[in-house]
């Protein structure tokens, strides 16, 4: 993939943004969410009307000028592991297989300040565009998580044009959910395109801004969001991934380093002194992989051809979405703290991805994101013979299938336990 003229950004002012900008203007009343969850020690040490609340969430001020809790992008890109939040690290414990909660803050709203209040008027976008999803992100299994179809969703129900809401979807959308891992911030300051199926090109700030789509009234608050979005993409460019916590046996590193850039470097690159990264998309029928993400653009190509049409996609920085048969191969740094793997999230361990006979057709973790297996790399994970509930990852389901990357199998037992040692170093 060739890369893309970007716009410069302050990583500083991005990072601020971040902890306290409004891409969403519209959520729950402030004073009503406090006094649902009280007050909560990861709020990223911020100050004012933010200190105390949730890191998921942000303290603005609706259009109407009453302060609502308004969801944030750390929602899905900032996670815990070993006890430590990082933001950056997709989020892989979020629960999707339940019905949205906006039924119960609907009546939480109206009970306490009525409908024909401002607070109300300040809610009600975000219940509009929760309502909207509800059908459309449900996934079969805990820890995926559903973007490709909130953003499908939310362009049903936006005019290409203008951006304003429409009450009714313009085209229709499948109700199968296509399930993701999200994958790491800190990749994205080597990718050329951006998704798993390479689908984002152009201007990523735009790209991005479209996670105001949740609310937003039209396109003059979409120039608004657009012109904050290089500060938090020059953030995001700084970000470098954990360093591995325990001990590394640096001689079977080094042999695993020369087996990794023999048989694995010209799809994930080389790293060190002098690194490089190929941004290689490989074709369905090479790479194996669950096809259903990449086949459901050619599918129901309703969502990139609106955002091709729409505001997002005009002018100087425009951002374009082009679909591609494969996946694009990742960068590989901080892989020991990205588990579980591939693009769905189906394989709980590296040591299962390189050996693809092992790969547990249904698995359960703890979602204690303290019960990591340094030696597999990745969660521990107990098999099961069938699904107990929405807990086990199910491969035998449309989208969540393990199968695929098998490149691993080909490599001996010991060549297996020295790439995986190697990779503990990037």
Not at 50 to 73: D, R
Not at 273 to 299: C, F, M, W
């Amino acid at each position: 993939m060739p890369p893309s003229p970007q716009r410069s950004g302050d990583p500083e002012a991005g990072y601020r943004y971040l902890l306290y900008g409004d891409v969403v203007r519209s959520g729950i009343p402030l004073e009503l969410l406090r006094s649902l969850l009280g007050e909560n020690a990861d709020d990223l040490g911020r100050e004012g009307d933010s200190k105390g609340l949730p890191y998921m969430f942000n303290a603005v001020e609706a259009p109407n000028g009453v302060k609502v809790a308004a969801p944030t992008c750390l929602t899905c890109h900032a996670e815990r592991l070993n006890g430590q939040l990082i933001i950056g690290l997709g989020n892989n414990t979020s629960d999707y297989t339940r019905s949205a909660p906006s039924p119960l803050f609907d009546r939480a709203v109206e009970m306490r300040y009525g409908k024909n209040s401002p607070e109300w008027t300040a809610y009600w976008p975000f219940s509009r565009s929760q309502k909207a999803l509800a059908l459309y992100i449900r996934t079969a299994v805990r820890g995926p998580n559903p973007a490709d179809k909130i953003f499908a969703a939310l362009a049903a129900h936006r005019r290409a044009d203008d951006l304003m809401w429409l009450d009714s979807a313009q085209f229709q959308l499948p109700i199968e959910v296509v399930p993701t891992d999200v994958p790491a911030w800190w990749l994205l300051k080597k990718k050329n395109a951006l998704y798993y199926n390479a689908l984002g090109r152009g201007d990523f700030a735009r790209l991005s801004s479209a996670s105001a789509m949740l609310t937003l009234t039209d396109t003059a608050e979409a120039r608004r969001v657009d012109a904050y979005m290089p500060d938090v993409i020059a953030w995001i460019r700084t970000l470098q991934p954990p360093k591995y916590p325990y001990p590394i046996d640096s001689v079977l590193a080094a042999q695993g380093r020369v087996v990794f850039e023999k048989n694995c470097s010209k799809c994930h690159g080389t790293y060190g002194e002098k690194p490089s990264y190929p941004n290689r998309v490989v074709e369905l029928s090479h790479i194996g992989t669950d096809p259903l993400l990449a086949q459901s653009y050619q599918k129901y190509p309703e969502y990139h051809t609106w955002y091709n049409r729409s505001w997002f996609a005009q002018g100087p920085h425009k951002g374009e979405l082009r679909p591609t048969n494969g996946y694009i191969a990742p960068p590989l740094d901080g892989i020991w703290a990205t588990a579980p793997y591939l693009h769905n999230g189906s394989v709980p361990t590296v040591a299962d991805l390189l050996q693809s006979t092992q790969r547990p057709r249904y698995w359960r973790r703890s979602f204690d994101n303290s019960d990591y297996d340094p030696t597999r790399l990745g969660w521990q994970y107990r098999a099961e013979d069938k699904p107990t509930s929405s807990d086990t990852y199910d491969t035998t389901l449309p989208g969540y299938s393990n199968s695929g990357h098998t490149f691993g199998d080909r490599l001996s037992d010991e060549e297996r336990r020295a790439v995986i040692e190697y990779l503990k170093t990037l």
